[in-house]
T-cell receptor, first 115, second 115 residues
Framework: AQTVTQSQPEMSVQEAETVTLSCTYD???????LFWYKQPPSRQMILVIR??????QNATENRFSVNFQKAAKSFSLKISDSQLGDAAMYFC????????????FGTGTRLTIIP | DAGITQSPRHKVTETGTPVTLRCHQT?????MYWYRQDPGHGLRLIHY???????DKGEVSDGYSVSRSKTEDFLLTLESATSSQTSVYFC??????????????FGAGSRLTVL
């Protein structure tokens, strides 16, 4: 079974600084998708970014970017110019296409933004 | 929560009582999921559905059953609630395939407390 590991239960960053959240995963497949979801205090799960494993280029969404290292099975999220609204739990997730679309999630990293 | 609603949003019940959580979608998506969220465990898949009357177990299915008699509704039932089932339950949907592969949209969550 696939596993997703987030080794940083908590992290903090100064407002306007850059922070990187780590994620590793274990799979024997070559075709898959990776995700970062954000869960603010409202509890709503929000998709931040999605990476397709067959794409070499790292995905970016405004201030959010990933460092996808397929050989190392690593998928980190970089948040630039951190804002107070970025404070949340961040979950890394893995999924395979054509496999009922379900996702396997990591245990999450709680990010605190220091004003 | 556009397109996906969960009910009830909060429920307190006693050990041994049956509980049903409802997930309703207006997106006509094929795939529906029930996850539970617990501290230190992230989100874990309970059951999922890939079509009307087509369901399968996830990694933590013991003590839960599901039904999907219509595309838009996915019910999660705890036949006899236990304190270990105290959790936040999330429903999610996915259209599947192509650029939307594995992209899950989540409901707002249902907090269940079993006394």
């Amino acid at each position: 079974a696939q596993t997703v590991t987030q080794s940083q239960p908590e992290m903090s960053v100064q407002e306007a600084e850059t922070v990187t959240l780590s994620c590793t995963y274990d799979t024997s497949e070559s075709d898959y998708y990776l995700f970062w979801y954000k869960q603010p205090p409202s509890r709503q799960m929000i998709l931040v970014i999605r990476q397709e494993a067959y794409k070499q280029q790292n995905a970016t969404e405004n201030r959010f970017s990933v460092n996808f290292q397929k050989a190392a099975k690593s998928f980190s999220l970089k948040i630039s110019d951190s804002q107070l609204g970025d404070a949340a739990m961040y979950f890394c997730a893995y999924g395979r296409p054509f496999g009922n679309e379900k996702l396997t999630f990591g245990t999450g990293t709680r990010l605190t933004i220091i004003p | 929560d556009a397109g996906i609603t969960q009910s009830p949003r909060h429920k307190v019940t006693e050990t041994g009582t049956p509980v049903t959580l409802r997930c309703h979608q207006t997106e006509n998506h094929r795939y529906m999921y029930w996850y539970r969220q617990d501290p230190g465990h992230g989100l874990r898949l309970i059951h999922y559905s890939y079509g009307v009357k087509d369901t399968d177990k996830g990694e933590v299915s013991d003590g839960y059953s599901v039904s999907r008699s219509k595309t838009e509704d996915f019910l999660l039932t705890l036949e006899s609630a236990t304190s270990s089932q105290t959790s936040v339950y999330f429903c999610a949907i996915s259209a599947g395939g192509g650029s939307g592969a594995n992209v899950l949209t989540f409901g707002a969550g249902s907090r269940l407390t079993v006394l």
